[in-house]
């Protein structure tokens, strides 16, 4: 299938591993025009360097003035940005009792506001120019809660509402958007995660690996380039008659059905 992305602009919000990096290498292999921000420079210019003439801008995207600088460097290397993949680390893991207020901002900032602002400084020329994608990188988390992720929960649906909300207001420009929810997917992050609960539990690594994949209906965790192909299909020009949905990634993870 063709997804019509030579030449097109897209910028990957925190791109620099796992997820956003997977989605930022797929629109490269596709012939996008990709930039892709995070904050350690270092990592940055690793991801960047697997993909030939793409850019890294450094970006934290908690910071509502560095995600308008990233975007307006995106636009001055590149044009207009097309396609707009909100992405971010997930916020802190714990009960509720366990949270305090800075917390609860502070994943607002990272989960909410970054995709907020992101969007609301990429839509206008969207809009103009009648033709625009925005894909959020959510988790299956909306579906169905995820047993102690408190703040990702609860934040991740106001996500959604805000996306569901602004897919019909930009609906009449030609503006698609949509949400990615993964489940669990084999990231550096997530083997930290394993390791530690095996550490925890007394286990082994594999063992805790196990016990999540037999939760799983495929019987096996997802890979990122899996999540990336969802991504990159939903920004394309194959995708022309979906706005609004939120489709889990999830080797059926999810029981219920929507
Ligand atoms: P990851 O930890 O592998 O990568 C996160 C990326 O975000 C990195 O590039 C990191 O540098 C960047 N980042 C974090 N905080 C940032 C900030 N303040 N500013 C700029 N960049 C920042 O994560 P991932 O597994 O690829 O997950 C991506 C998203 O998908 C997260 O929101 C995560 O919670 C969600 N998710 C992941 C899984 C999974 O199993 N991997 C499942 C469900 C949802």
């Known amino acids: 299938m063709d997804l019509g992305l030579e ?33 350690d420079p270092e990592r940055l ?4 360097a697997t993909m030939p003439g793409s850019r890294a801008v450094r970006c934290d995207v908690t910071r509502a003035s560095e995600i308008d600088d990233a975007v307006e460097q995106v636009v001055t290397a590149f044009g207009p940005i097309e396609m707009l993949i909100n992405n971010a680390g997930g916020p802190k893991p714990g009960p509720i009792d366990s949270l305090s207020d800075a917390d609860w901002q502070a994943a607002v900032d990272l989960t909410l506001m970054s995709a907020v602002r992101a969007s609301r400084a990429v839509l206008p020329a969207m809009r103009a120019a009648r033709w625009g994608r925005i894909v959020t990188i959510s988790s299956y988390g909306v579906k169905q809660p995820v047993p102690g992720l ?5 934040i991740r649906m106001a996500v959604l509402g ?9 609906a009449p420009d030609n503006v698609l958007v949509n949400t990615v929810c993964p489940g669990w997917t084999r990231t550096a992050r997530v083997d930290q995660l394993v390791a530690s609960r095996a550490k925890a539990e007394g286990r082994s690594g594999e063992a805790v690996s196990k016990a999540i994949a037999d939760t799983i209906p495929l019987g096996r965790l997802g890979e990122v380039e899996e999540i ?5 299909f939903l920004a394309s020009d194959a995708a022309t008659y ?7 990634v999830d080797g059926g993870l999810v029981r219920g059905y929507a």
């Open 228 to 232: 990336a192909n969802v991504v990159a």
């Open 242 to 248: 979906l706005t609004g949905t939120a489709i889990q």
């Open 150 to 154: 408190s703040l990702s929960n609860s």
């Open 45 to 48: 210019a690793a991801a960047s």
């Open 7 to 39: 030449g097109r602009v897209a910028f990957v919000m925190a791109g620099s591993d796992g997820i956003g990096l997977a989605t930022a290498q797929r629109l490269h292999a596709e012939g996008a025009r990709v930039a892709i921000c995070a904050r």
């Open 162 to 170: 805000w996306a569901k909300t602004l897919a019909e207001q930009v």
